[in-house]
Structure formats: structure tokens, C-alpha cells
């Protein structure tokens, strides 16, 4: 069994800053990707931004320049630094993991529960 554990999400104002981190658990064999994405009401979820396990980066145009990713190996974790916020910022952001367990043949995804982040004055 694998956990994702988010933290770090709540209410900011414009131009304001937040840290999501999140913490995967389990019988854990080994990490590809992890990452961010966000679900708007009334939007579909989108990508924020993936991290790999050699540190390369992808990001989402419309964060680009303010988010940063960054993942701690040893420690199962990828956070996600978010400065500039902006009203199109408020979203579900959820975690996401593609591992392999130990004892398994494929790597597959994960995903957290979730953490609420608003944009509001």
C-alpha cells in the first residue's frame, strides 16, 4: 500500500506565497515522476508542474517563473514552492507519484487527497 501525504495548502492573498509538500509512504521500491496538479471548479484537472528522478523539470506555462518543484529522494517527498499567487491560482491541488512497489513488475500512479488552495483579498 502507498500513502500520499499533502500539506501546506489554506488561504493566501494576491501576490502572496504558499508551500505544498507532499510525502509518499509504502512498501516503495523506487520513484520515477512525481508532482503537481490542480483541479479549478469547473475545470478540468490540469498539470502544474512534474519533477523527475534526475531533477529535470516541466512546468505549466501559466506558473512558470513563479512555482518551483523540488523533491528530496531519500525522503520520498516533492514540495512545491508557489509565489505570485494569483486568483487563477485558486484550485484542488492534488499530488502524484508514478513508483514502483517493492515486489512489483510496472511502475503506477499515485495520488494524494488533495489540498485546498485560495486566492482571495
Known amino acids: 500500500q502507498v500513502q500520499l501525504v499533502e500539506s501546506g495548502g489554506g488561504l493566501v492573498q494576491p501576490g502572496g506565497s504558499l508551500r505544498l509538500s507532499c510525502a509518499a509512504s509504502g512498501s516503495i521500491f523506487d520513484i520515477n515522476v512525481m508532482g503537481w496538479y490542480r483541479r479549478s471548479p469547473g475545470k478540468k484537472r490540469e498539470l502544474v508542474a512534474t519533477?523527475?528522478?534526475?531533477?529535470?523539470?516541466n512546468y505549466a506555462e501559466s506558473v512558470k517563473g513563479r512555482f518551483t518543484i523540488s523533491r528530496d529522494n531519500a525522503k520520498n517527498t516533492v514540495d512545491l514552492q508557489m509565489n505570485g499567487l494569483t486568483y487563477e491560482d485558486t484550485a484542488v491541488y492534488y499530488c502524484?507519484?508514478?513508483?514502483?512497489?517493492?515486489?512489483?513488475?510496472?511502475?503506477?500512479?499515485?495520488w494524494g487527497q488533495g489540498t485546498q488552495v485560495t486566492v482571495s483579498s
Open positions: 519533477i523527475n528522478s534526475d531533477g529535470s523539470t
Open positions: 502524484n507519484t508514478e513508483l514502483l512497489l517493492t515486489g512489483a513488475g510496472l511502475y503506477d500512479d499515485y
